[in-house]
């Protein structure tokens, strides 16, 4: 019981941390961003370039992964979301370009790093074993610092000026600009945050559970599920929605073993029933 | 019947007259008989793509249209195999099926709206995939393969519609049938946009509780246009079960779920005709991209990005320049 609280909670934590990402976006820009499983695993890509390839420090590595998708964040911001947004009749067009940017991503991270399934050495090797839990150290360090950064993020978000203005930009775009907030500027840097994350907790996976260029998909639906359980553009639903679902990964794995692969099966199941009780998720605006 | 819409029936049938005759004869004379399956192909997912339109009608971003796509294959191809039920027959069954299903699917979750519509849509691609590798007649990731071509259809003796394994170009056959379920479902997506229906299906799309309050049903017109949308989805599922003679869990994956939604709004989401002509550009598009390697996700993205950046409203608005023509 405490091994699978143990991996729910290692679990929650980065599912919390790629979550974060995705509903800073949509809180922001009102954008549902499909490609944040490419950016995801784009980040892993960098990570596994400077730490695996170049046998940099793993920190190096990992600011290098956040830096390198916050610059893709902003770009994809500049250039891609913001005219369309402006020019659009419907509000819907933005989705089609996500996927478009998801699609493509996906065909740049095919073309540089090839299909192969990548891994890097383990930053720390040992397994740390009590009576009841097992936990291989790797796993501790990266749990703790995915839980560290939702800290940072929350803090960076409530007490800095532009976490203030974000937050401002979530509740109300119009009066944000009115009282004077730079909407494009914190957009973009709200995007570059989003994408950053994403990056970080690509790098930070790639230590355990390797990298490969086909799983960017299967990350964004993870993150939808986040998502949708805790309210879509709330970053506290977010965090929730991330533990949730990592527990219930978790319990699911060890409780349905016998019935074989029917965990995902179930969460959706279990999602459905939620969703008709409560449609806007755990703590979503009730704007639908 | 307004005087507008004889040249309208004209073109239509000129159009149709075009793809049943011209096309195979112009196939004919080139020898690329292998267009035949690739036309066939787009018929049938701008079917489904029809489905998704409809959706978009009502206000809500479909992208779980691969579930019933994947779920009307099935139910064609296991009444086929295990109950020996003729194909022609399976193919409305399979549509009503889907119907069924997303009656009651749609009853709890399109309550939701904007993106948590999109986002549990997605996940129901996701639920179908995994229901046909985990329940048993489905026979899990191997699917169904060997599906007999459909047989044909006689009534009191005329052959209506010949065997298909009979046949000395089954191809061909598919592609008239495929043309003209196309056809039939274009002109019936025209008349529900046209109808009273139609009309009621837009004032959701603008304003929910708007319309619920001048007296719209609004559950019902909803769960209505869902399972309209979905019995196409099953139709074009399981036609294409047919056609391939195999259905696979992985028959419909996400990505043909985003794709058809693309399409709608690639064609351009406030014209009938949107997802037939995104449809046809989408998939030859990408076919014609085959030949450029490994460059082909590439090339095909970035125009895509770049359609988008210069007509965000869909092709049909540069021939229809600020008339919504619906």
């Given at each position: 019981m405490e091994q699978v609280i143990a991996n729910g909670l290692y679990l929650g934590a980065q599912y919390a941390l790629i979550a974060l990402g995705l509903t800073l976006i949509f809180a922001l820009m009102n954008?549902?961003?499909?490609?944040?499983?490419?950016?995801?695993?784009?980040?892993?890509?960098?990570?596994?370039?400077?730490?695996?390839?170049?046998?940099?420090?793993?920190?190096?590595?990992?600011?290098?992964?956040?830096?390198?998708?916050?610059?893709?964040?902003?770009?994809?911001?500049?250039?891609?979301?913001?005219?369309?947004?402006?020019?659009?009749?419907?509000?819907?067009?933005?989705?089609?370009?996500?996927?478009?940017?998801?699609?493509?991503?996906?065909?740049?991270?095919?073309?540089?790093?090839?299909?192969?399934?990548?891994?890097?050495?383990?930053?720390?090797?040992?397994?740390?074993i009590s009576d009841r839990v097992i936990l291989p150290y790797d796993r501790i360090v990266v749990g703790v610092v995915a839980i560290l950064m939702i800290a940072a993020f929350m803090l960076y978000m409530q007490y800095s000026k532009p976490g203030r203005a974000m937050r401002a930009l979530a509740q109300d775009r119009i009066a944000a600009q009115l009282m004077g907030v730079k909407v494009e500027r914190y957009s973009m840097i709200g995007f570059a945050l989003g994408a950053m994350l994403a990056g970080v907790v690509g790098g930070l996976l790639v230590t355990i559970t390797g990298v490969n260029s086909g799983i960017g998909g299967p990350i964004s639906i993870k993150a939808f599920l986040m998502v949708m359980i805790g309210g879509a553009g709330v970053v506290a639903?977010?965090?929730?929605?991330?533990?949730?679902?990592?527990?219930?990964?978790?319990v699911g794995l060890t409780v349905l073993r016998e019935y074989g692969d029917v965990t995902y099966l179930a969460i959706f199941a279990l999602l459905m029933i939620f969703l008709s009780i409560r449609p806007n998720g755990l703590m979503g605006k009730p704007w639908g | 019947m307004k005087p507008s819409a004889a040249p309208k029936i004209v073109s239509a049938a000129l159009f149709l007259i075009a793809l049943l005759v011209g096309v195979p004869l112009l196939i004919n004379a080139t020898g690329r008989t292998d267009l035949y399956y690739t036309l066939t192909s787009v018929a049938l997912l701008s079917i489904i793509s029809a489905g998704v339109w409809i959706t978009f009608y009502i206000g809500r971003i479909n992208i779980g249209q691969g579930a019933y796509a994947l779920t009307g294959g099935y139910v064609s191809a296991i009444l086929v195999m295990n109950y020996g039920v003729s194909f022609?027959?399976?193919?409305?069954?399979?549509?009503?099926?889907?119907?069924?299903?997303?009656?009651?699917?749609?009853?709890?979750?399109?309550?939701?709206?904007?993106?948590?519509?999109?986002?549990?849509?997605?996940?129901?691609?996701?639920?179908?995939?995994?229901?046909?590798?985990?329940?048993?007649?489905?026979?899990?990731?191997?699917?169904?393969?060997?599906?007999?071509?459909?047989?044909?259809?006689?009534?009191?003796?005329i052959t209506l519609v010949p065997d298909f394994s009979s046949l000395a170009n089954p191809r061909l056959a598919f592609y008239i049938v495929a043309v003209l379920l196309m056809a039939l479902c274009f002109l019936g997506l025209y008349r529900l946009a046209h109808s009273r229906i139609g009309q009621l299906c837009q004032?959701?799309?603008?304003?929910?509780?708007?319309?619920?309050?001048?007296?719209?049903?609004?559950?019902?017109?909803?769960?209505?246009?869902?399972?309209?949308?979905?019995?196409?989805?099953?139709?074009?599922?399981?036609?294409?079960?047919?056609?391939?003679?195999?259905?696979?869990?992985?028959?419909?994956?996400?990505?043909?779920?985003?794709?058809?939604?693309?399409n709608c709004f690639l064609g351009g989401l406030g014209y009938v005709l949107g997802p037939m002509l995104g449809t046809f550009v989408l998939y030859f598009g990408w076919d014609v991209l085959f030949q450029t390697g490994e460059y082909q996700l590439l090339i095909f993205s970035t125009v895509l990005i770049v359609l988008m950046l210069v007509l965000p409203n869909g092709l049909l608005s540069l021939a229809l320049p600020g008339k919504r023509s619906l």
């Open positions: 954008v549902l961003n499909f490609a944040h499983g490419q950016m995801y695993v784009l980040g892993g890509f960098v990570t596994y370039s400077i730490y695996g390839q170049l046998k940099l420090p793993f920190v190096v590595a990992l600011v290098c992964s956040g830096v390198t998708l916050a610059v893709v964040g902003a770009l994809m911001e500049k250039f891609l979301f913001r005219p369309v947004i402006q020019r659009s009749k419907r509000e819907e067009s933005t989705m089609l370009l996500a996927a478009a940017t998801a699609f493509f991503l996906d065909a740049i991270i095919l073309l540089l790093f090839g299909e192969k399934q990548r891994g890097v050495p383990k930053i720390i090797s040992g397994v740390f639903g977010a965090i929730a929605g991330g533990f949730i679902l990592g527990m219930m990964e978790s | 022609w027959l399976t193919l409305p069954l399979a549509g009503l099926f889907c119907a069924a299903a997303s009656v009651l699917i749609g009853l709890p979750i399109l309550r939701l709206r904007g993106v948590y519509f999109a986002m549990v849509s997605l996940v129901l691609t996701e639920v179908a995939r995994l229901l046909a590798l985990a329940i048993p007649i489905t026979n899990g990731a191997k699917g169904i393969v060997s599906i007999p071509l459909p047989g044909g259809i006689s009534f009191f003796g004032s959701l799309q603008q304003n929910e509780e708007l319309a619920s309050s001048i007296g719209v049903n609004v559950a019902y017109l909803r769960v209505v246009a869902y399972a309209l949308s979905s019995f196409l989805g099953g139709l074009g599922g399981a036609m294409f079960a047919a056609i391939s003679q195999s259905i696979y869990p992985s028959s419909f994956t996400v990505a043909d779920s985003v794709n058809f939604m693309l």
